[in-house]
């Protein structure tokens, strides 16, 4: 059973840390109006940063000489009005560049070159607005990746990925895609832990400056100590974890960003509210009230973690109200519209934190 500990807070811990909102593939989708309020919620709450998917689907869907780049711009520009940093997560094949017999929009790319061509085209035209900071695909750990996912293809198209924006910005932030936190089953998953080791050994380290990793905990703490390790403490502990596998390839100096962490409200078992109901068989969301206590207990405990530069809160509304999906209610706020108590506990709790506005220097090499 877990034992729920007093998180730090950044004041004890002495340092701040980048705070950031997760909203995925929705903004593109907005009107003007609605992509404003979405925007200036993050300000609102006192967020520092954005991360967006610019999905290789939605800007090249009819074809490698069609580009609708004015769907991203909008973000960007939007982004930058309110002084927000945008980190974009380059994802998700078009159909006429998905491996062979793959029909999902997370197929793996059937030419590397068609990919880097991509990101080097997106950075050509983000970096003068601003833009320095990408993260190279989602989730490559799992089937996100298909047909299944593959370390040494996943390398390839970091490596190359890299090099090209850095070609058109050198000193571009590059973020390995945030790896899922699960066991390997068959050949649908991958550990968090063996993925990280399997790419590093091919050389990876050199091209990225920072690790992205999605603990999700719920229902249970990021804080939390528990005799089966959550996401969030495959970071430290446990015989494999993280850390050891940074430190076993000579990558001390990479550093992590949570891009994605949260917990849904809704969905088709229980919720849970903390305590004893946590180990409850059909737990499968939480209630508002737990989300909120979630929110507080992950910017705490992450500025109070030296490895952990960043952490993203996903997401910013609930997708539906369906509750056969329990992902269609990450949201800080209702489908309505309405605020969840966490909306306003998560702005609490970066204020606490402090959150820099510049952006983040992360180690590098000597």
Not at 13 to 20: D, P, S, T, V
Not at 264 to 285: E, S
């Given at each position: 059973?877990?034992t729920?500990?007093?998180?730090?807070t950044?004041?004890?811990?002495?340092?701040?840390?980048?705070?950031?909102?997760?909203?995925?593939?929705?903004?593109?989708?907005?009107?003007?109006?609605?992509?404003?309020?979405?925007?200036?919620?993050?300000?609102?709450?006192?967020?520092?940063?954005?991360?967006?998917?610019?999905?290789?689907?939605?800007?090249?869907?009819?074809?490698?000489d069609?580009?609708?780049?004015?769907?991203?711009?909008?973000?960007v520009?939007?982004a930058?009005?309110?002084?927000l940093?945008?980190?974009?997560?380059?994802?998700y094949?078009?159909?006429?560049?998905?491996?062979?017999?793959?029909?999902?929009?997370?197929?793996?790319?059937?030419?590397?070159?068609e990919?880097?061509?991509?990101?080097s085209?997106?950075?050509?035209?983000?970096?003068?607005?601003?833009?320095?900071?990408?993260?190279?695909?989602?989730?490559?750990?799992?089937?996100?990746?298909?047909?299944?996912?593959?370390?040494?293809?996943?390398?390839?198209?970091l490596?190359?990925?890299?090099?090209?924006?850095?070609?058109?910005?050198?000193?571009?932030?590059?973020?390995?895609?945030?790896?899922?936190?699960?066991?390997?089953?068959?050949?649908?998953?991958?550990?968090?832990?063996?993925?990280?080791?399997?790419?590093?050994?091919?050389?990876?380290?050199?091209?990225v400056?920072?690790?992205a990793?999605?603990?999700?905990?719920?229902?249970?703490?990021?804080?939390?100590?528990?005799?089966?390790?959550?996401?969030?403490e495959?970071?430290?502990?446990?015989?494999?974890?993280?850390?050891?596998?940074?430190?076993?390839?000579?990558?001390?100096?990479?550093?992590i960003?949570?891009?994605?962490?949260?917990?849904?409200?809704?969905?088709?078992?229980?919720?849970?509210?903390?305590?004893?109901?946590?180990?409850?068989h059909?737990?499968?969301?939480?209630?508002?009230?737990?989300?909120?206590?979630?929110?507080?207990?992950?910017?705490t405990?992450?500025?109070?973690?030296?490895?952990?530069?960043?952490?993203?809160w996903y997401?910013?509304?609930?997708?539906?109200t369906?509750?056969?999906?329990?992902?269609?209610?990450?949201?800080?706020?209702?489908?309505?519209?309405?605020?969840?108590?966490?909306?306003?506990?998560?702005?609490?709790?970066i204020?606490?934190?402090q959150?820099?506005?510049?952006?983040?220097?992360?180690?590098?090499s000597?």
């Amino acid at each position: 059973m877990p034992t729920e500990k007093t998180a730090h807070t950044a004041a004890q811990a002495g340092r701040a840390i980048n705070a950031g909102l997760a909203y995925g593939d929705t903004l593109v989708w907005m009107s003007d109006k609605r992509l404003g309020q979405a925007l200036d919620d993050a300000v609102t709450i006192g967020v520092k940063w954005i991360r967006v998917d610019l999905s290789w689907q939605d800007i090249q869907y009819d074809g490698r000489d069609s580009y609708r780049w004015d769907r991203f711009d909008r973000i960007v520009r939007a982004a930058t009005k309110r002084h927000l940093q945008v980190l974009p997560t380059i994802s998700y094949t078009p159909p006429w560049a998905r491996t062979s017999g793959c029909d999902d929009l997370r197929c793996s790319p059937k030419n590397t070159k068609e990919f880097t061509k991509f990101a080097s085209e997106a950075a050509h035209r983000y970096a003068p607005m601003g833009v320095h900071a990408w993260e190279i695909w989602n989730e490559p750990n799992i089937l996100f990746w298909r047909p299944a996912p593959n370390p040494a293809a996943y390398t390839k198209l970091l490596k190359a990925s890299s090099t090209a924006i850095r070609e058109i910005d050198p000193s571009a932030v590059i973020i390995m895609g945030g790896l899922a936190s699960n066991k390997t089953r068959g050949t649908s998953k991958i550990a968090e832990y063996e993925f990280l080791d399997s790419v590093l050994k091919l050389g990876a380290a050199d091209y990225v400056d920072a690790v992205a990793f999605h603990p999700y905990t719920y229902p249970y703490l990021p804080s939390d100590e528990t005799d089966f390790r959550t996401g969030w403490e495959k970071i430290h502990s446990g015989k494999e974890s993280l850390q050891k596998v940074l430190e076993r390839n000579g990558a001390q100096r990479l550093h992590i960003w949570i891009t994605e962490t949260g917990a849904p409200t809704g969905g088709p078992g229980k919720a849970a509210n903390g305590g004893v109901d946590l180990a409850q068989h059909g737990i499968t969301h939480v209630t508002e009230k737990r989300q909120a206590t979630i929110a507080v207990d992950t910017m705490t405990t992450a500025a109070a973690d030296p490895l952990i530069d960043a952490v993203f809160w996903y997401s910013h509304r609930d997708l539906s109200t369906n509750k056969e999906e329990r992902t269609n209610f990450f949201g800080l706020r209702r489908a309505d519209g309405t605020a969840k108590p966490a909306f306003g506990a998560l702005r609490s709790a970066i204020q606490s934190i402090q959150a820099p506005s510049q952006k983040p220097e992360p180690a590098k090499s000597d």
